[in-house]
């Protein structure tokens, strides 16, 4: 294990998820950070989470060459979170975020002398996927492998946790809507300070050095379970009804063009795959870190989408 104090660290994408729940447990544990995103403006509310000038937002985009290098100059660790879900305008392709933008941080750290780089790769990132989104993810860890031989790839499953836009979303649905959609495939939901202190772990562990984790939960959950969950902890009661992939490929098609992207067809191909754990996989339990069930988080969270208790009031 490396020294723990007085690290410079750069995270590409910190202002995201993932970013501030890894951004807290750096500043606590007395490091400056560099939280290098497109729009440093909308990383700002991250300053509170450390001391005074220990978190510095500043401007990059990893597809930009030349904003990379500035943002890893004197380094000592760096870690990428930057990934998208769904292409769209300009640069954002899965080929110019996944496999240009990972290239270019792995680049940038090895030629800065950087000791430690963390790549937050996904579940499923496979050079044989259907998706397109699999296969980007898949040449990225490449990309970074071969410019940073001793980069730590992580992959997590769906992450879960208070700002997530998974059980938020169909928590949020239960409210309106008298029926839930459940897909028929197979997830293991890993919690996000979980994922945070796997990449603190991949940054302070020597034995993590060039090694691949997958990150999932405690729990391999079908849709209908997780389904049952957001009912549970909402205390709703709401029809579950199992969508087709078919049904699925052709909201794909439609929803794919219409804003925010709630699906595309390539997500739905990525769907066809249970999004877990490899047998014989490096999991968290190697970066010492014990995976915390659903049923402990969930509640915390989606109380706030309960009714009042009420004489005579339906659900």
């Known amino acids: 294990m490396t020294g ?145 031989p001793g980069a730590v790839i992580l992959r997590p499953s769906v992450v879960f946790g208070p700002e997530d836009g998974l059980f938020n979303m169909f928590a949020c649905m239960a409210k309106f809507s008298p029926v839930l959609p459940v897909i028929d495939t197979s997830f293991q939901p890993v919690y996000v300070g979980d994922v945070a202190d796997a990449i603190v772990a991949g940054l302070t562990h020597d034995d993590a050095l060039g090694g691949t984790f997958e990150l999932g939960g405690p729990e391999v959950a079908s849709g209908r379970r997780m389904m049952e969950l957001v009912l549970k902890y909402t205390a709703r009661k709401r029809t579950l009804v199992t969508v087709p992939f078919w049904i699925l490929a052709l909201e794909g098609l439609i929803l794919q063009f219409a804003p925010g992207k709630l699906l595309t067809a390539d997500q739905v191909l990525m769907l066809h795959a249970p999004n877990v754990v490899s047998a014989g996989a490096k999991t968290l339990a190697d970066l010492g870190v014990q995976p915390t069930p659903m049923d402990v988080i969930l509640p915390t969270y989606l109380n706030r989408f309960r009714l009042p208790v009420r004489p005579g009031l339906a659900r």
């Open 4 to 148: 723990m104090t007085g690290k410079l660290v750069t995270v590409f994408g910190g202002s995201g998820f993932i970013g501030r729940h890894l951004v807290r447990r750096l500043a606590e544990q007395g490091h400056t950070i560099r939280v290098a995103v497109r729009s440093p403006d909308e990383a700002l509310y991250l300053k509170v989470m450390g001391r005074v000038g220990y978190i510095v937002p500043i401007a990059a985009n990893v597809t930009d060459e030349a904003s990379v290098a500035r943002a890893v100059a004197g380094s000592d660790w760096v870690v990428n979170l930057v990934g998208i879900l769904a292409e769209g305008g300009g640069n954002r392709s899965f080929e110019r975020v996944h496999v240009l933008g990972a290239a270019n941080v792995a680049k940038a750290a090895a030629a800065a002398g950087v000791s430690r780089l963390v790549h937050v790769s996904a579940l499923g990132a496979s050079e044989t996927s259907p998706a397109k989104y699999g296969k980007s993810k898949a040449k990225g860890e490449a990309a970074v492998q071969a410019a940073f």
